[in-house]
């Protein structure tokens, strides 16, 4: 028989150290205490909601950065330990938004390619919770196409002149850096061997003005940003030029695979369950039911993708797959909410908590297959990954 | 994966491959009971590897077992090898002794005298071969002859027989077996889920296969976008089958379902609510990759659909386990349900 994709695409169960349930507690009796005053809308909103404050609480408890290197500030601790953090934050409506980013994927990248002098400043900051990265690779004209980017970092004798235009970069108008990709050479042949990473401090540069952009729930996160004659010192290139694209992709697994990629809308779960305990025939638990065989399952298998990461592997077309359906999933759970109970969904302040938090969420979930890669482009690195494409 | 496990897999993987091509389907569904074949997994111990080592079995797990019965999903393999584990990890666990020959797995509700066991009306896979009867009742594992019992064939829609069973049958051995009233409902469902992620993976692998062979237009379908979605959501639907049976086979091994507090219980109802679903989409997309080649008798995609229809409606489908976990779910409220998911 030829060799069987189903046998190459396995996800094996992966259980949590039992030394992990002390922390999981304390994070939970953490974010009991902290979160009893924050909205519903708030809460509901998650990695999506931004509050300087919560993340440095978060950040003076050790909760950030926490597999960063000791030597920087980090705390030197596992993927797992982190993990834990991720998920009971999520679970809990923390509004992590400020510190995301930097947890995610900015502190790892620094301390894999800044200089020594970058990763004793800007580490430290990351693990208080001080320092709110955004994400600059989105583009007017290159979307899912991202390689197609145009914005240009020229070599000058003093560093680099950056000009062109980013869009939908989450927090740039309040951020304290951004990590950019730019094209650094002109060579039209080398589409994607061209771009390079830059890691930018906002407060120190002068002609980038972000603009927000109004999203339709209202809410202003995203932003479109113009870089005019923007001077950056040399020591902004991150890592090697030309190798931006490797660069990025190596976090990718890590960004597809995360709890973030099926919770979403956990919080509306928990809602929906409260709303509906007293009245539920037998097949609005069934569905219901449904919905928590799909949350254990994804939480299987983005777990057995951490450990496959801690293990060194690089499990690129088993992330899209996580991503994939764990996208189908949360998207999916607004829509299930208001077919099971008969609530109207409500803007924030009126209605019950869950009327509100489904208001929320309703019209926050045509945003979860566009963050992080489309479902499109994800079927496109599958069938790859499948050899068929 | 240990070392047990991966020569497990392999050899009745190329079991099955060498004698189970579509041709010997085909003929087993016209001629009936393959008794040599039975016997060749029997000397294999393949029908035993849940038995002691006392009763010449692998004394050996869930998760070891797991590589097996995903295998008799793949192959869609027409006999009764799972069951057969199931009765004799029943034996184990009750240090009975199960005669040679097919045992007959009885799920449903029987009445126990202290002579016989009276069954009405029971499904029992494979019951006109079965030599004996097992059953689980108020604590006693009970083994049985068959001779005196109706026994009236009726397959399932995989062609697979789930006779009707009825009359007293004399009892054979009884032991305390100190395990919940359900179990055999419960593993029944286990050991399907895990029969649909083997039958689940064997319709990617056809349809990735197929789509890269058959061309239209010029091109083979696989270079298709419209077609490489339909495989991606495949992939991913057949990928995590496969994840959630696997991760409730170690629970169990790790838990039980005797225990109090969390045990494989909810990962079962889990696999087997989740597997029970995802058959609707995994034919559904399985078959239209295929065109009408895949819904002919001759090519035999049909032996796997078929058995993933039937499975994903026994030991209870997507509705009875999803309720089990909605009412599980109401019950904690909604601050105990993520507890519930990871505690
Ligand atoms: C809330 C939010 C926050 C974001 N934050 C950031 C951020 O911080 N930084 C950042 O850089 N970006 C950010 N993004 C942008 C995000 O990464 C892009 O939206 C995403 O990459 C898709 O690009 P696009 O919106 O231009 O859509 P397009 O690429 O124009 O795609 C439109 C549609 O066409 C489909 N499509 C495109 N190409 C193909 C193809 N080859 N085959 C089939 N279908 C195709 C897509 O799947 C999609 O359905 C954010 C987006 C959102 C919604």
């Known amino acids: 028989m030829a060799a069987s994709i189903a046998d190459s695409l396995r996800f094996e169960p992966c259980e949590f150290p039992a030394s992990l349930v002390e922390l999981r507690r304390e994070v939970r009796e953490f974010l009991r205490q902290e979160l009893g005053s924050y909205s519903v809308v708030k809460r509901s909103q998650s990695w999506e909601a931004y509050d300087a404050e919560f993340s440095a609480k978060l950040g003076a408890k050790g909760w950030i950065g926490m597999t960063l290197p000791t030597a920087y500030g980090g705390h030197g601790r596992s993927a797992f330990e982190r993990y834990v953090v991720v998920e009971e934050c999520l679970v809990a409506g923390a509004p992590t938004a400020f510190h995301w980013v930097a947890d995610r994927q900015s502190g790892p990248l620094i301390v894999r390619y800044a200089t020594e002098a970058q990763k004793q400043e800007i580490i430290p900051k990351i693990t208080a919770g001080k320092a709110c990265f955004a994400i600059g690779m989105s583009e007017p004209n290159s979307g899912s196409d991202l390689a197609s980017l145009r914005s240009r970092a020229e070599r000058t004798d003093n560093g680099w002149l950056v000009n062109g235009t980013k869009i939908w970069t989450s927090n740039a108008h309040r951020a304290d850096y951004m990590i950019a990709l730019f094209r650094t050479d002109s060579d039209p042949d080398k589409k994607h061997a061209a771009l390079s990473q830059f890691v930018i401090d906002l407060s120190q540069v002068k002609g980038i003005t972000p603009r927000p952009i109004q999203n339709l729930a209202g809410g202003r996160n995203f932003n479109e940003v113009s870089f005019v004659d923007v001077e950056l010192p040399p020591e902004a290139l991150i890592g090697t030029e030309g190798e931006g694209w490797k660069q990025v992709t190596e976090e990718l697994a890590y960004e597809r695979s995360g709890p973030e990629r099926y919770l979403s809308c956990f919080f509306l779960l928990r809602q929906l369950v409260d709303a509906i305990k007293d009245t539920a025939s037998a097949a609005t638990l069934a569905r219901l039911g449904g919905q928590i065989a799909w949350a254990t399952t994804l939480r299987n298998m983005s777990l057995s993708i951490a450990a496959k990461l801690h293990a060194g592997e690089d499990p690129l077309l088993a992330a899209a797959v996580v991503k994939d359906l764990g996208c189908q999933f949360e998207q999916g759970l607004p829509g299930l909410a208001q077919e099971l109970c008969e609530l109207e969904p409500t803007l924030e302040g009126c209605g019950t908590d869950y009327q509100q938090v489904l208001g929320s969420l309703v019209q926050l979930a045509p945003s979860f297959s566009l963050r992080g890669g489309t479902p499109e482009i994800m079927h496109g690195i599958i069938a790859k990954g499948m050899g068929i494409r | ?343």
Not at chain 2, 223 to 235: N, P, T
């Open chain 2, 1 to 343: 994966m240990n070392e047990m496990r991966s020569i497990l897999e392999e050899s009745v993987n190329r079991l099955f491959a060498d004698e189970l091509d579509w041709d010997a389907l085909t003929r087993i569904e016209q001629q009936g009971w393959p008794a040599s074949l039975w016997e060749q997994v029997c000397a294999q111990g393949i029908d035993r590897v849940l038995a002691s080592e006392a009763a010449g079995g692998m004394a050996g797990s869930w998760g070891d077992v797991y590589p097996l019965l995903r295998a008799c999903g793949r192959y869609a393999v027409p006999l009764p090898i799972a069951e057969a584990n199931l009765c004799h990890w029943l034996a184990r666990q009750a240090h009975a002794e199960l005669p040679a020959g097919v045992p007959g797995l009885v799920s449903q509700e029987v009445f126990v005298d202290s002579t016989h066991v009276t069954v009405t009306d029971a499904r029992v896979p494979w019951g006109s071969q079965a030599q004996t009867l097992v059953v689980v009742h108020a604590g006693e594992l009970l083994i049985t002859a068959t001779s005196g019992l109706e026994i009236t064939r009726e397959d399932n829609i995989g062609r697979d027989p789930r006779d009707h069973v009825s009359g007293r049958a004399e009892i054979l051995s009884r032991s305390p077996l100190a395990v919940p009233a359900d179990t055999v409902h419960l593993l029944g469902a286990l050991i399907r889920s895990a029969q649909i992620a083997g039958g689940a993976a064997a319709a990617l692998d056809l349809a990735v296969q197929y789509a890269s062979e058959r061309e239209q237009f010029g091109r083979p379908l696989s270079k298709f976008q419209a077609i490489q979605h339909h495989l991606a959501d495949l992939a991913g639907l057949v990928a995590s089958a496969d994840a959630i049976v696997m991760s409730a086979c170690e629970v169990f091994d790790q838990r039980g379902i005797a225990g109090a507090g969390r045990d494989a219980r909810f990962e079962i109802a889990v696999a087997k609510c989740r597997t029970s679903e995802a058959v609707e989409k995994i034919t559904r997309l399985s078959h239209q990759i295929h065109g009408a080649i895949g819904f002919t008798y001759e090519y035999g995609l049909h032996f796997v659909s078929r058995r993933l229809w039937a499975w994903r409606a026994e030991f209870g489908g997507s509705s009875e386990w999803g309720e089990y976990l909605g009412r599980a779910a109401v019950e904690q409220g909604g601050d105990g349900l993520w507890p519930l998911i990871t505690d």
